[in-house]
């Protein structure tokens, strides 16, 4: 049995183990859920809410629930349903590394290129692996340069910045093949004297990075002042600068990490510095992005984790990268090559108005959320939680991939009621806070809960007043 499946199995049967509460009747259940909501409107100007109930499906309480609001981070429900629905959770991720001729002997004669189908969980590890592959096979030289080729992806890079704001590192940027979410981890170390320059190192290591470092240890008393690490752009000769500065103490540690500006040249100067490492000389100067031309062969091909593995991490850390990522992958291994946003939202609002969500309640811009131009009701994500709940193709996976109260994920430090059991997405912007999930207690559920919070005053309240309402739900659900 997969992990995943397992863990779902034990959420499910926890909740059927709790002693049943004497159920509410339905006059004092709607008098508290219009306690809750008054709780709720006022750290926020728009509310959206619906509950439902799963056996059998129908609706226990809402307000306002098929009016589209800006759900944030929420978004990514949709688009990790869209993609297990069409591409299955069984489905892989291909990588491979391509060559003009077939080697001779010992020897590539001419360049290498690595292509992916936009695989949104490719790591530096994976390289290292295709590498000892190819050494494997006996080559040990290669007599031209490395090439990435992002052509899977229209456009072949970009990167998904909100309300203009571009530096912080929840801003992916996106490309079809990329390694480590194409960021960049520093580890900016202290000297052991007061004045010297601390050691900067990175991963993935390769001569994509130009260092700039202008910052000196500090006395032995401070551990950091002003220290940074920023991007002062690329060089021109496909390399991108960075430059440190501030103060350190000796021998303290600490890590930056930073989106690159030139995917195509990072990831193909990381492969080459990869190889070298492995024992495969690169001969050519070259590195950076280039297309496979045709006729080209591969050489090594590794395929990725299964989707519904990976969903794992997308859902419960809320990764930008991974969901922008799938988006567009979605859209071109479905709708055909190159992957573009319209072709994934195209396939998105198509299994959604599957499910019977009137298309009008659901617009979308991006595959994370991070896009005021996205709006979904409410009801659109009940809708959904309750099909994905009753859909044995998808359900263990996709569950499984949310966070979990109290323990993992975004919600690890929320809820920690022993009796009560949230699995759930959430979503925050500067304004807008929200959930969808499921919400089960004291031997009641799990019910189906989305709350969608726009025009937040104060994320901090808009919170502590969520979180208060989906504690309650098992409690003041009536009973069915």
């Given at each position: ?138 080559i ?25 704001r ?22 900016v ?6 004045g ?51 103060k350190?103490g000796?021998?303290r ?15 193909a ?50 990764n ?26 195209e ?13 009008h ?16 009701s ?67 559920g ?7 919070l ?25 009973s069915?």
């Amino acid at each position: 049995m997969k992990p995943c499946a397992y863990r779902t199995i034990l959420f499910l049967t926890a909740l059927l183990m709790v002693l049943q509460p004497h159920p509410a009747k339905a006059g004092e259940s709607d008098f508290a859920f219009h306690n809750h909501l008054r709780k709720l409107q006022q750290s926020a100007g728009q509310v959206g809410i619906q509950v439902l109930s799963l056996a059998p499906v129908k609706v226990i309480w809402e307000f306002r629930s098929e009016e589209p609001l800006v759900p944030a981070s929420l978004v990514k429900v949709l688009t990790s349903y869209a993609a297990l629905k069409y591409l299955k959770p069984q489905y892989q991720f291909r990588t491979s590394l391509y060559a003009l001729d077939e080697p001779r002997g010992d020897t590539v004669r001419g360049h290498l290129w690595i292509k992916s189908t936009g695989d949104i969980f490719l790591l530096g590890e994976n390289l290292k692996d295709m590498a000892l592959r190819l050494k494997e096979r006996g080559i040990r030289f290669v007599e031209g340069g490395v090439f990435a080729d992002n052509s899977f992806f229209n456009p072949q890079a970009e990167q998904i910045c909100l309300d203009e704001r571009c530096a912080s590192s929840y801003n992916p940027v996106v490309s079809a093949t990329s390694i480590e979410f194409n960021t960049i981890a520093f580890t900016v170390s202290g000297g052991a004297k007061s004045g010297t320059a601390p050691q900067v190192s990175w991963f993935p290591p390769g001569d994509y990075v130009q260092v700039d470092n202008l910052a000196r240890t500090a006395s032995k008393k401070a551990a950091r002042v002003g220290l940074a690490v920023r991007s002062a752009g690329m060089t021109g000769t496909g390399r991108e600068r960075f430059r440190v500065t501030g103060k350190v103490g000796p021998r303290r540690n600490f890590e930056y990490r930073l989106n690159v500006d030139d995917p195509a040249s990072f990831v193909a100067r990381s492969f080459k510095e990869v190889l070298r490492r492995e024992g495969i000389e690169v001969r050519g100067a070259d590195a950076g992005p280039g297309t496979v031309p045709p006729g080209a062969k591969p050489l090594v091909t590794h395929e990725s984790r299964a989707l519904g593995d990976i969903i794992y991490g997308l859902n419960r850390y809320s990764n930008n990268f991974m969901a922008e990522m799938l988006l567009r992958s979605l859209g071109g291994l479905v709708l055909g090559p190159p992957g573009t946003v319209d072709k994934g939202v195209e396939l998105v609002r198509k299994s959604l108005v599957g499910l019977g969500v009137p298309p009008h309640e659901v617009q979308l811009k991006s595959g994370s959320g991070l896009s005021r131009e996205c709006r979904a009701s409410a009801r659109a994500f009940c809708t959904l939680l309750a099909n994905a709940y009753a859909d044995p193709s998808i359900e263990p996976d996709f569950i499984s991939s949310f966070a979990t109260n109290g323990s993992e994920g975004t919600l690890r430090r929320r809820i920690c009621k022993p009796d009560v059991e949230v699995r759930g997405k959430t979503g925050t912007l500067r304004d807008v806070v929200g959930f969808a999930g499921y919400v089960a207690g004291c031997g009641r559920g799990p019910y189906v809960v989305t709350v969608i919070l726009n025009d937040v005053s104060n994320i901090g309240e808009a919170r502590r007043a969520l979180d208060g309402f989906l504690e309650q739900v098992p409690l003041i659900a009536p009973s069915m």
